[in-house]
């Protein structure tokens, strides 16, 4: 039996009682509830029993895996003895399908798109996003646009605020776009008409959008918090204090020096080959085999 746990749910308490064979435990990471106190309090209570329920599994699995070396050494923390990582399995193929012509058009305006993709969350911090772009508009360029790509929140004050927020740093709705969560053939046309992705993000237990920014061919600049520095593996361009200005011109580096650009999509093409679905899929049967 395999858990993939990200969720408080019933099956806790399945693989729990389960005898009947091994019991591997995949564990995705749940975001601490700190981060939405105030904003939704009831999905900071459900982070917080789906921590609860995840420390209740220590004893009762065979092997306890990770999408992530940063969730790795939480299940060893957790006391769990024999621990290892199986990273996001991706079909490399769907993000060589065509994107949306529309969409991208409408990107390729003239402006400097810089990109996120994931839930317009707390943890994620696109507040952080909107300052970088408020701090660009002032005194970098005035041609830019932050594009957000994600499920909007379950409560609108969190949101309300995010938008009220761009409103005070003089920002429009054409520069900080709200996409919601779009079709496949949509986020392809984000990703290859943006410039730069932009990850301001205090908590990832691994981070997708790093590995399709990669396959997308988009450099990579990013918060090193939680899972990112073990996701990126040295790729992308990291950074450990959100000093906005820094963030700012570094970000506009990227957008603008092309032999910074291609050495740092190199850098990028070379770590894609540890998400490789052929890579992913040896190490999954090495781990099924193991136990």
Not at 17 to 29: F, M, P, Q, S
Not at 155 to 175: I, K, N, S, V, W
Not at 181 to 196: I, T
Request: include cysteine; charge should be negative; glycine fraction near 6%.
């Amino acid at each position: 039996m395999i858990l993939h746990f990200a969720l408080p749910s019933p099956l806790t308490a399945a693989f729990r009682e389960h005898r009947d064979g091994r019991r591997i435990l995949l564990h995705h990471n749940i975001t601490p509830s700190e981060f939405y106190l105030g904003w939704d309090d009831d999905m900071a209570r459900i982070c917080r029993v789906g921590r609860e329920e995840l420390l209740s599994l220590a004893g009762h699995c065979d092997i306890g895996l990770a999408d992530s070396e940063f969730n790795r050494r939480e299940l060893e923390a957790m006391g769990i003895a024999r621990t290892g990582v199986l990273p996001i399995c991706l079909d490399f193929a769907r993000y060589r399908e065509p994107e949306s012509t529309v969409l991208r058009r409408v990107l390729e305006d003239g402006r400097t798109n810089l990109l996120f993709v994931g839930r317009l969350a707390p943890n994620k911090k696109p507040e952080d996003l909107v300052r970088l772009v408020s701090y660009w508009k002032r005194f970098v360029a005035r041609d830019v646009r932050l594009v957000l790509v994600g499920k909007l929140p379950r409560r609108r004050a969190y949101f309300d605020a995010l938008q009220a927020f761009a409103y005070e740093e003089g920002l429009t709705p054409d520069e900080v776009v709200f996409t919601n969560h779009v079709a496949h053939d949509e986020l392809l046309a984000c990703y290859r008409s943006a410039r730069v992705f932009v990850s301001m993000s205090e908590h990832e237990g691994f981070g997708v959008p790093l590995v399709e920014s990669m396959l997308t061919r988009v450099p990579v600049l990013a918060y090193a918090a939680a899972a990112v520095p073990f996701t990126l593996g040295g790729a992308g361009v990291q950074f450990t204090e959100k000093r906005i200005p820094e963030v700012a011109e570094a970000a506009h580096a990227l957008a603008t020096d092309e032999a910074l650009r291609a050495a740092v999509l190199a850098g990028q093409d070379r770590r894609l080959a540890a998400f490789a679905p052929e890579a992913v899929l040896a190490t999954l049967r090495g781990h099924v085999e193991a136990a």
